[in-house]
């Protein structure tokens, strides 16, 4: 694809937006769960279960407040931060302007869910009564992309930037699809998660086509560099340091003796996936690979032969 073949998705955004099409979600007061158990395995652990089953919904609570967190810091510090740059034309890689404006709405859509995770997290609070514990001032990719971009030279650095925030979401809209179609948790949830979904479809489409629009204009040599840092930014990327972090914490929050705690520690220091292409959202990494015909060149092929399946 070229910038020439761009077609902006302006009409689907002014028709779907959920910003423009969605009402305010308000938590219910029921028997559902507020989190998948499936995404805290601390509450499904043996020793959980044995000693401390009734913090199940505190240890969930908390978890939603990470994952709102999360979704906050990632929406308003890593890919609204890039989209703007796209949207005002002040980003090292040149677009037209159809591509500027879908960046900007991007940007709107971004932060619109970062507010409503925000107003989720007040409505949590207010229902239960939990208070969020001291929670991550960054994620992974806070972390992983300027790990990418220091290893660029100055000419590349904005492409890496682009790549990686297009690897992202991506990746989050496939994680955000799986949450969406639990029911086990409350309706407003997954309504949250569908709402945010139907987003996070167009976005993902969207960072495809900026990162084709690049790589068409690339020369081999900015291609092959690109390609040897791609596994540097995947394995930051799929660290579980700052999960691993959060879990103790919130094990040190817990009321249980310090035995248990020690205990519920080794088993957590435990569930981290391998960095390998069986982690789990490594299918979603080589499909991004594949739609935005960087996988089609043999330097990202080599780069990334140990993902590949």
């Not at 219910?28 to 499936?38: A, G, M, R």
């Not at 699809?177 to 407003?188: L, P, R, W």
């Not at 094990?251 to 249980?256: E, S, T």
């Amino acid at each position: 694809m070229t910038a020439a073949d761009y077609q902006s998705f302006a009409d689907a955004w002014e028709s779907r937006a959920t910003i423009r099409t969605r009402p305010r979600r308000v938590l219910e007061n029921d028997d559902k769960l507020i989190y998948p158990l499936s995404r805290q395995p601390l509450v499904l652990s043996e020793t959980f279960l044995r000693e401390c089953p009734q913090l199940r919904d505190f240890a969930l609570v908390q978890t939603l407040y990470k994952f709102i967190n999360d979704v906050v810091i990632f929406e308003t510090e890593i890919v609204d931060k890039t989209a703007r740059s796209i949207a005002k034309n002040r980003f090292a890689v040149t677009f037209p302007f159809a591509c500027r404006y879908d960046a900007m709405t991007v940007v709107v859509d971004e932060d619109y869910h970062a507010l409503v995770a925000m107003d989720f997290m007040q409505q949590t609070v207010a229902m239960t009564g939990i208070t969020p514990i001291d929670l991550p001032d960054e994620i992974e990719l806070s972390r992983a992309i300027p790990a990418a971009v220091d290893l660029a030279p100055a000419h590349l650095r904005s492409a890496v930037e682009l790549i990686c925030v297009a690897i992202a979401e991506n990746t989050v809209t496939g994680d955000v699809a799986a949450f969406a179609k639990d029911d086990t948790v409350k309706h407003s949830i997954k309504g949250l998660m569908a709402d945010h979904l139907l987003d996070e479809g167009r976005h993902s489409g969207f960072w495809s086509r900026m990162v084709r629009i690049y790589w068409h204009t690339a020369s081999e040599d900015d291609r092959q560099c690109i390609a040897q840092i791609l596994p540097v930014f995947i394995g930051h990327y799929l660290t579980n340091d700052i999960q691993k972090s959060f879990d103790f914490h919130l094990i040190d929050a817990l009321q249980i003796s310090d035995a248990t705690r020690q205990v519920l520690k080794s088993e957590v220091s435990g569930l981290a996936f391998p960095i390998n292409r069986h982690h789990p959202l490594v299918a979603n990494i080589v499909r991004f690979f594949r739609s935005s015909s960087l996988l089609d060149s043999p330097c990202v092929q080599s780069a990334l032969s140990d993902y590949l399946i």
